[in-house]
């Protein structure tokens, strides 16, 4: 007998995104109490695709351009992602070297799929974003953590000598994120070429997931394709969703060495088919947008610094200024030992009493987020300096309280 619970043993240890569930207190909150939200909470920039994306999609709805395409996503998408990183990483990826996928998400998934086995361990940093960590669970895997450092005056960065001390015999893959979602980090390029090396050198696969790589206000940005044996150790995985404003289109790729991409297909052709055929059409021209991503990229640049200005402002709160993606992760630690409240319980308070949507650090998913709180910045400056406002009022409670 079965019965309609019977779910996958392993789906139990697996967590949905947990960051919705905060907009849905806080639609609550809206409700019944009548409080204005401000949402910090979200992972996605704010601003509409660019119009010639948009154009170019309508176009090829017009034409007819909707029946299933490739596997492995319209050839001429391939080959502009391709000319695209080549230009700007000099990696030489060739065409049959790109898949493209329904979103970075689904990227991640086929890469997860077609590598772990039970009892593969994948070493990431702690805090990441939670998707890898479930993914892994799901297929058997065991996530082990290396823990990110913090100082409010340097703010993360990696340890590398303990990532490499958590190389075990079943070791299976390492997962980098650069810029980092949520600390809103940059990685030195010297760091970058030390994961590389590790890599390389204990011959583990590096699953680099480089989504916010457009989101860079200071410093260099290196790319783990920069290192011309990349077909060596590397699977990369980027999208659309940040860079051009896509979320809502899903549309993501891997970039590997051929025989790897072929198995992808495999996958891909058994799973989604295919990626959505207008939206690929329209990807093709995004690449003709940066104009207005560098606009949107300079915007966030200056919401950031006034995110920053105002939060290092509130007693209780320390805050180090990131240098990429669109997030800043205060430490409240002062606040959680004042109200005694731990950090989900602090967050759901703040949407209660404030209407300030934030997302607790442990959904990231273990430890070092205990003591933190994700905010982003991808919301507009006047929205910005009224929720920092009102933490700040918020914090002062507590702060009075004592
Ligand atoms: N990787 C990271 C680090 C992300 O933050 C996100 C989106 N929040 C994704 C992947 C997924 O992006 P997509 O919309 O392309 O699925």
Redesign the pocket.
């Known amino acids: 007998m079965v019965s309609l619970l019977d779910f996958n043993e392993n789906m139990s240890q697996v967590t949905g995104e947990t960051t919705l569930l905060y907009k849905e207190i806080a639609r609550n909150v809206e409700k019944t109490k009548k409080i204005k939200i401000i949402d910090f909470g979200i992972?996605q920039p704010d601003l509409p695709t660019f119009k010639r994306i948009r154009d170019a999609a309508k176009e090829a709805l017009d034409q007819g351009f909707t029946f299933y395409t490739s596997a492995f996503g319209i050839d001429e998408l391939r080959e502009k992602i391709a000319q695209y990183l080549n230009t700007r990483y000099g990696a030489d990826v060739k065409k049959e070297e790109v898949i493209v996928t329904p979103?970075?998400?689904p990227a991640?998934f086929l890469v997860f799929i077609l590598y772990i086995n039970p009892g593969d361990e994948v070493i990431l940093p702690d805090p990441s974003?939670y998707s890898y960590a479930e993914v892994v669970k799901l297929l058997g895997g065991k996530p082990i953590y290396t823990n990110l450092k913090w100082s409010r005056e340097e703010g993360f960065s990696i340890d590398v000598d303990e990532l490499q001390s958590k190389i075990s015999k079943r070791t299976k893959m390492i997962v980098f994120?650069n810029p980092h979602?949520p600390t809103g980090t940059l990685f030195s390029p010297n760091d970058v070429k030390k994961i590389v090396d590790i890599s390389r050198d204990n011959k583990i696969i590096l699953l680099s997931?480089e989504?916010y790589d457009n989101f860079v206000y200071e410093g260099k940005m290196r790319s783990t394709l920069e290192d011309s044996d990349w077909r060596d150790f590397l699977i990369y995985v980027n999208?659309f969703?940040k860079t051009f404003s896509m979320?809502g289109w899903r549309l993501?790729y891997i970039v590997a060495k051929r025989e790897i991409i072929q198995k992808m297909g495999v996958l891909a052709a058994n799973i989604y088919t295919a990626p959505t055929s207008f939206v690929q059409k329209a990807a093709v021209k995004a690449f003709d947008t940066f104009d207005e991503v560098n606009e949107m990229v300079k915007l966030f640049k200056k919401r950031r610094d006034v995110m920053y200005d105002e939060l290092i402002k509130v007693k209780g709160i320390e805050v180090s200024k990131p240098n990429g993606a669109f997030y800043m992760f205060p430490n409240v630690s002062k606040l959680l030992k004042i109200s005694g409240l731990d950090v989900k319980s602090f967050a759901i308070k703040l949407i209660e009493e404030k209407g300030i949507v934030t997302i607790p650090g442990e959904v990231f998913p273990l430890n070092i987020g205990k003591e933190f709180l994700r905010l982003s910045f991808a919301v507009n400056e006047e929205v910005i300096r009224e929720g920092v406002q009102k933490i700040r009022e918020f914090a002062e409670q507590m702060m009075n309280s004592r």
């Open positions: 992972g979103g970075a998400k991640l974003f994120n979602n997931d989504i999208g969703s979320t993501g």
